[in-house]
């Protein structure tokens, strides 16, 4: 192994081979048996036999066939990553094809192999999709054995750091209906040792998060819209106010009026939003009811949207409208959390509410989280200027539900995405999907 090329710290890279062909297996263990940074822990000739064991066996790396009877590469792939997200595949193949190789990524593939395999492109390949998919790998583990490690070491330190960056907009077309509680709750059950969060308040004419976290700052979103050409992140850090909780907040204009000059340049705020990010794991942010052009570029930048809904006839009408209006911005799916708050339980008698089974199939898309009523335990919350889950009473509905749905979206926004691409066409394909399909003209 040349000096550096390896794992580094006398760490050995596990790896599961999965090929139909014995002598193709045979062929690349014998490669890997040269580098003392790799151990081949398991060897199979189906994908079935690979998905059963990868479990089990718990490898850094799975190396892939994609053409292989019984259960191919493909396939295999997506049940592998599903079950053991720690796992990171790469794929091998002897076709060249987009095609094949775009379904690869959809499946969770983190890489690709041509065959025959080059040996230094088969060294490369492992070690770099290993460093990359670690820091990932890491906080899986944590977040599955709930153990405290010192993530800070594995997400970065210090100066430069880039960070994963999940704009999540937390929405409701209902006034009332329970945005800002869960935009504070939620940004809150976010932030685990070494996880950076911001919450945003972009409600721009009666933001509540200030009120609800007992927060006043001399610097608001003003401050950062007006410069939105000339930012400096560092000058953005000072202008955050930091909660007790050491959550960061950029709070709203403070008077009503002001909102005018927020927006007026639509795309101002998800400027900022975008520049800022990169500072941070998470920005959560906080909206009104009023669906803006603003509005709608803070959107097409958010990897999530929480839309938040009532159990009630308006309610449902409004998010279903809402889905409607997603789907013709061709929004993925899976971009939006559906979320019910203010829930009665199903069993209860005299209930006023629509039962949830009823409102997931007439909005044909599945609810993320149910959030029960229970006005005393928010209410005391937002009386203390703390978010309802910072309560010793984790078990208590609704802050078990609410720290549930952070849990959630934690897991899923931070599974790993392919690194076929390298990071600036990354950023170059979510700006070129962003601004530009907007309400109505879509
Ligand atoms: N799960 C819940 N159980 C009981 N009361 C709740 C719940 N969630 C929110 N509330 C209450 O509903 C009211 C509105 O909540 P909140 O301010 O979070 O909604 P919003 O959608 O942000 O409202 P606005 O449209 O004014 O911004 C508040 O009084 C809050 O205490
Ligand atoms: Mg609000």
């Known amino acids: 192994m040349s000096p550096g090329s390896g794992a580094g710290n006398n760490e050995v890279i596990t790896i599961m081979l999965v090929d139909d062909i014995p002598e193709t ?33 718990r490898p850094d790396i799975v190396i892939m066939d994609i053409n292989m009877p019984d259960m191919d590469g493909i396939q295999a792939t997506s049940e592998i990553t599903k079950a053991l997200p720690t796992a990171a595949v790469i794929m ?18 983190r890489n690709f192999l041509t065959k025959p395999i080059d040996t230094e492109e088969l060294y490369n390949t492992i070690r770099t999709v290993y460093a990359r998919n670690k820091p990932i790998a890491e906080q899986y583990r944590y977040l599955e054995d709930g153990r405290a490690s010192d993530l800070r070491k594995t997400i970065g330190t210090g100066a430069g750091e880039v960070r994963a960056g999940h704009v999540i907009v937390v929405y409701s077309p209902q006034g009332g209906a329970g945005t800002t509680t869960i935009a504070t709750n939620l940004a809150s059950g976010l932030m685990k040792k070494g996880i950076k969060v911001l919450l945003i308040d972009a409600d721009t004419q009666f933001g509540d998060v200030g009120v609800f976290l007992k927060l006043q700052a001399q610097s608001t979103l003003v401050d950062l819209v007006t410069k939105v050409d000339d930012l400096d992140l560092e000058f953005i850090e000072t202008i955050l106010t930091t909660h007790e909780s050491g959550l960061k907040v950029l709070l709203g204009p403070p008077r009503p009026e002001l909102s005018d000059e927020v927006e007026a340049d639509p795309t101002a705020l998800a400027r900022v939003v975008e520049q800022i990010s990169g ?80 409102i997931e199939k007439h909005l044909k898309h599945p609810i993320q989280a149910r959030i029960p ?49 390298v990071p600036d066409e990354q950023k170059e394909a979510k700006r070129r999907s962003g601004f530009g399909l907007r309400f109505g003209r879509a």
């Open 92 to 109: 091998m193949s002897v076709q060249n094809d987009p095609d094949y190789l775009r379904k690869a990524m959809l499946a969770g593939a």
């Open 279 to 358: 500072n941070y794991d998470f920005v959560v942010v906080d909206t009104s009811s009023h669906l803006s052009e603003m509005l709608l570029s803070v959107m097409d930048l958010a990897s999530k949207i929480v839309l938040v809904a009532t159990p009630t006839l308006s309610g449902v009408k409004n998010a279903r409208f809402m889905l409607e209006l997603f789907d013709r911005l061709n929004y993925p799916a899976n971009k939006t959390a559906l979320v019910l708050n203010k829930t009665e339980d199903d069993r209860a008698r005299n209930r006023t509410t629509i039962p949830s089974d009823i």
């Open 25 to 57: 297996r045979e062929n690349i263990k014998k490669l890997l048996a040269f580098e003392p940074d790799f151990k081949v822990v398991g060897s199979f000739g189906t994908g079935r036999e690979a998905v059963a064991q990868a479990q089990e066996l």
């Open 373 to 421: 009523s229970d006005e005393k335990t928010v209410l005391m919350a937002i009386n203390r200027g703390v978010p309802v889950i910072a309560s010793r009473d984790r078990n208590k509905s609704p802050i078990r539900e609410l720290q549930e749905l952070s849990d959630r979206l934690f897991a899923e926004l931070l599974q790993p995405q392919p690194d076929l691409l």
